[in-house]
């Protein structure tokens, strides 16, 4: 059986890197445009929360209600059991509203495998007044399980192609669904970041449910492009990317090398807040390159005071 957690953070990471897709696919007739997210912002101002807050996604997005443009904070909650979460929901919706001082759309998403006999709820009673009586407060629950595999692996999005392994699958053969997602992602491997090509890894290895074997000779069979993305790998990479552009904007070798040091310590940051790893797997990892960049940091200084000492020297010689 697969730690929770681990359930908790694919879901997240699906959702931060299929955003568009996301909302399109559940919330077809709501309109929404730019969005960012504020999780370090959350989790910043609540410290105490941190833990039962790392799973959890937020957001600020502009959406259309009414044909005007508004800004509404949405807090994301994914589940991997059944359970009645909605005084939980009530509750961070008052703290995302007081750290944004905006409405508050809520939304629950269920992956658990169970086949509901009768929904659970979508309301909390958080008050009462002489005139409405009982006040509700109301936020949208998705279950994955209600929908067809057969029918989400033929969506154009990859996401929801993703989404198939975790639906009801009933009467599908799941090689297929994998061999779905990996046509997929090699038609689309132009626009495929590091981060998706890390996620789909991540994805079919904890729910694919067919031996290793398989899916690596589906992955010859739909000639795929792009290496699989191990999280050392993403992690090399992506610190090397940023690293080239701080070098460029300094315009040194030693920025770019500190560039990328600094760069790979973001995203094992990032990758440890959303539980992709633990803390003992990213103190060993981190370790080295903050001692690296304290190295670097040093003769830097050296070399800085070792200029100045000679600026000096010389204007000396000129007096």
Same mark, same amino acid.
């Given at each position: 059986?697969?730690?929770?957690?681990?359930?908790?953070?694919?879901? %997240?990471?699906?959702? !931060?890197?299929?955003?568009?897709?996301?909302?399109?696919?559940?919330?077809?007739?709501?309109?929404?445009?730019? $969005? =960012?997210?504020?999780?370090?912002?959350?989790?910043? %101002?609540?410290?105490?929360?941190?833990?039962?807050?790392?799973?959890?996604?937020?957001?600020?997005?502009?959406?259309?209600?009414?044909?005007?443009?508004?800004? /509404?904070?949405?807090? &994301?909650?994914?589940?991997?059991?059944?359970?009645?979460?909605?005084?939980?929901?009530?509750?961070?919706?008052? $703290? !995302?509203?007081?750290?944004?001082?905006?409405?508050?759309?809520?939304?629950?998403?269920?992956?658990?495998?169970?086949? @509901?006999?009768?929904?659970?709820?979508?309301?909390? @009673?958080?008050?009462?007044?002489? =005139?409405?009586?009982?006040?509700?407060?109301?936020?949208? /629950?998705? %279950?994955?399980?209600?929908?067809?595999?057969?029918?989400?692996? =033929?969506?154009?999005?990859?996401?929801?192609?993703?989404?198939?392994?975790?639906?009801?699958?009933?009467?599908?053969?799941?090689?297929?669904?994998?061999?779905?997602?990996?046509?997929?992602?090699?038609?689309?491997?132009?626009?495929?970041?590091?981060?998706?090509?890390?996620?789909?890894?991540?994805?079919?290895? !904890?729910?694919?449910?067919?031996?290793? %074997?398989?899916?690596?000779?589906?992955?010859?069979?739909?000639?795929?492009?792009?290496?699989?993305?191990?999280?050392?790998?993403?992690?090399?990479?992506?610190?090397? &990317?940023?690293?080239? &552009?701080?070098?460029?904007?300094?315009?040194?070798?030693?920025?770019?090398?500190?560039?990328?040091?600094?760069?790979?310590?973001?995203?094992?940051?990032?990758?440890?807040?959303?539980?992709?790893? #633990?803390?003992?797997?990213?103190?060993?990892?981190?370790?080295?390159?903050?001692?690296?960049?304290?190295?670097?940091?040093?003769? !830097?200084?050296? #070399?800085?005071?070792?200029?100045?000492?000679?600026?000096?020297?010389?204007?000396?010689?000129?007096?």
């Amino acid at each position: 059986m697969q730690n929770p957690k681990i359930h908790d953070s694919l879901f %997240k990471w699906l959702i !931060a890197s299929f955003t568009e897709d996301f909302f399109e696919h559940y919330f077809p007739d709501i309109h929404v445009r730019k $969005y =960012k997210f504020i999780d370090k912002e959350f989790i910043s %101002k609540y410290e105490a929360l941190r833990e039962s807050l790392k799973d959890d996604l937020f957001l600020v997005m502009e959406v259309e209600i009414e044909e005007t443009l508004h800004e /509404v904070v949405i807090q &994301i909650e994914h589940k991997s059991r059944r359970e009645d979460v909605s005084m939980r929901i009530y509750e961070y919706l008052c $703290y !995302a509203w007081l750290l944004k001082k905006r409405p508050v759309w809520s939304i629950v998403i269920y992956t658990d495998d169970a086949i @509901w006999r009768k929904p659970v709820s979508d309301t909390f @009673w958080y008050g009462f007044s002489s =005139k409405l009586k009982q006040q509700f407060c109301h936020f949208d /629950v998705i %279950k994955i399980k209600s929908e067809r595999s057969a029918d989400l692996i =033929k969506k154009h999005s990859l996401m929801c192609k993703l989404l198939a392994l975790k639906a009801d699958d009933r009467e599908t053969d799941r090689e297929p669904l994998v061999y779905e997602i990996y046509c997929a992602a090699e038609s689309m491997a132009e626009l495929m970041n590091n981060d998706r090509k890390l996620l789909i890894e991540q994805w079919v290895n !904890a729910y694919s449910d067919i031996p290793h %074997k398989s899916v690596e000779k589906i992955k010859k069979e739909v000639n795929m492009s792009f290496a699989a993305t191990t999280i050392s790998e993403y992690i090399r990479n992506e610190g090397k &990317i940023e690293g080239i &552009i701080e070098g460029e904007i300094k315009g040194e070798i030693k920025g770019e090398i500190k560039g990328q040091i600094k760069g790979q310590i973001k995203i094992l940051e990032s990758l440890y807040l959303t539980a992709i790893l #633990s803390k003992d797997q990213f103190e060993v990892m981190v370790d080295p390159l903050r001692m690296q960049l304290k190295e670097i940091q040093a003769q !830097a200084e050296v #070399s800085d005071t070792g200029r100045k000492r000679t600026g000096r020297g010389h204007i000396s010689q000129l007096i």
